[in-house]
């Protein structure tokens, strides 16, 4: 007889090799009224399979398994069963490994060492079809962030050369070609040659997007 679940909680499919891991991972699910474990694998072929048969909320996914990486489960399983959520559950908290996964597809990324609430929190939020990264890899990723904007703005910056950085802060500030002229000791042609050069090397067009580019560059 087909085994039947509750609609009103969320169903959880457990995928990880270590059955001691599985075992905590079950009884703590199983003391909660809106979480259900309705299989568990060790394995990715068997995971796949689960996951085509029992069709889950959320798997529960581990990266280090016997028989495959499971990052490369994610967008068989997002195939397979397209409305199923997945938490990558790991004890990997190096950058790659998260980027890998919320480009395959995964929805959340919670290191092994995260406290029972933590998971459990993963779990549901997942289970909405929201983003939930662990506090710590949070912060790799926002690190990644910010470092990538740093080295964008030097590579912006390094697009235009000094003169041209000059008469960017100056029509930033207001001048007309005429000032910016006497300003730098230049003719207006030059002006215009160097405005023109601008736009084309940032791909801008409009005053308003200059201005916003010199001051998140720091040339004005």
Same mark, same amino acid.
């Given at each position: 007889?087909?085994?039947?679940?509750?609609?009103?909680?969320?169903?959880?499919?457990?995928?990880?090799?270590?059955?001691?891991?599985?075992?905590?991972?079950?009884?703590?699910?199983?003391?909660?009224?809106?979480?259900?474990?309705?299989?568990?694998?060790?394995?990715?072929?068997?995971?796949?399979?689960?996951?085509?048969?029992?069709?889950?909320?959320?798997?529960?996914?581990?990266?280090?398994?016997?028989?495959?990486?499971?990052?490369?489960?994610?967008?068989?399983?997002?195939?397979?069963?397209?409305?199923?959520?997945?938490?990558?559950?790991?004890?990997?908290?190096?950058?790659?490994?998260?980027?890998?996964?919320?480009?395959?597809?995964?929805?959340?990324?919670? !290191? $092994? @060492?995260?406290? +029972?609430? =933590? #998971? %459990?929190?993963?779990?549901?939020?997942?289970?909405?079809?929201?983003?939930? &990264?662990?506090?710590?890899?949070?912060?790799?990723?926002?690190?990644?962030?910010?470092?990538?904007?740093? !080295? $964008? @703005?030097?590579? +912006?910056? =390094? #697009? %235009?050369?000094?003169?041209?950085?000059?008469?960017?802060?100056?029509?930033? &500030?207001?001048?007309?070609?005429?000032?910016?002229?006497?300003?730098?000791?230049?003719?207006?042609?030059?002006?215009?040659?160097?405005?023109?050069?601008?736009?084309?090397?940032?791909?801008?067009?409009?005053?308003?997007?200059?201005?916003?580019?010199?001051?998140?560059?720091?040339?004005?």
């Amino acid at each position: 007889m087909e085994q039947k679940y509750s609609k009103d909680r969320l169903r959880v499919l457990l995928v990880d090799d270590h059955a001691v891991l599985l075992s905590g991972l079950k009884l703590l699910l199983g003391n909660t009224n809106d979480l259900e474990v309705i299989g568990e694998a060790k394995n990715g072929s068997d995971a796949a399979e689960a996951s085509k048969f029992l069709k889950p909320d959320v798997i529960v996914l581990d990266i280090n398994l016997g028989d495959t990486n499971g990052l490369e489960l994610v967008p068989q399983i997002k195939s397979l069963t397209p409305k199923t959520n997945i938490l990558v559950l790991t004890m990997y908290g190096e950058e790659e490994y998260l980027q890998k996964a919320l480009e395959l597809g995964a929805k959340g990324y919670v !290191l $092994k @060492k995260a406290s +029972d609430n =933590e #998971l %459990l929190t993963a779990i549901r939020t997942v289970g909405r079809g929201e983003t939930y &990264l662990d506090q710590t890899v949070a912060k790799t990723l926002v690190t990644m962030a910010l470092g990538s904007n740093a !080295l $964008k @703005k030097e590579a +912006d910056r =390094e #697009l %235009l050369s000094s003169r041209e950085q000059e008469v960017l802060a100056l029509v930033a &500030l207001g001048y007309t070609n005429k000032q910016i002229a006497g300003e730098l000791i230049i003719s207006i042609k030059t002006v215009e040659t160097h405005k023109a050069n601008i736009k084309i090397k940032l791909g801008l067009n409009k005053r308003s997007e200059l201005v916003r580019y010199a001051m998140d560059n720091n040339l004005i």
